[in-house]
């Protein structure tokens, strides 16, 4: 057990009468609650990440998902002590042979860490999984319509510029991120051959150098860059 991680899960700093800070750990157990309660899925994976200041911090459940297919979906949570977020539930997907961790997706919740943030969370977080669960779907459907689609050079240099311009990655990272498509560090992506989903792959490997909260950011802006290219 990593002692330093479980207590910045746990710690909940001073708040002020506008700031109500919730611990990591807490929203992190309610999302878990949620998850089991609404969707009646199996987590099969659980994976979290806290600044070295224990200020912010991202978690990710793993949902059960086709056998066959190399990704499952996702539900993921973000908090933050320092006013830089506020807690946010996402929803994306996860592929299995890589180390990038979670492609998150779509958010479905933001809630202040305003007064009677304790009393209300729990309730709106529930009701935000029941009311989006579709979304879990759509984003199956996404990533198997990025496995069957094959691209052209025409298309891959597209999207490299396209990701630049919505701001998924400096004009410097079009090189690494091709590199990684052309030969990807992963020997399963080496049989999809050039599809789409092996250029998200790409596009997220390269994202491991950013923070946590930067890469939700990023993969938001990246995903309808991708969905107009195989459109």
Known sequence: MDLLLEAQ??????????????????????????????????IVKTMREVSSDGQRAVGTFVLEGKAEAPFSTTIGWVNAHDKSSSVKLLFGSHVFVCSNGCTVGEKILARKHTSKIYENIGSLTREAIRMNIGILEEETLRLERYRSISLNNEQVSHALVSAV??????????????????KSSYEAHHHNGGDAFRLLNAFTERQKIYTPQARIQRTQLLMPVLDRVVS
């Open 165 to 182: 311009q919505v701001g998924v990655m400096p004009a410097k990272e079009i090189l690494p991120v091709l590199a990684e498509y052309n």
């Open 9 to 42: 899960m746990a710690h909940v700093p001073s708040g002020t009468s506008t700031h109500k800070p919730v611990s990591h750990r807490f929203v992190a157990d309610m999302v878990k609650r949620a998850i089991q309660v609404e969707t009646g899925l199996d």
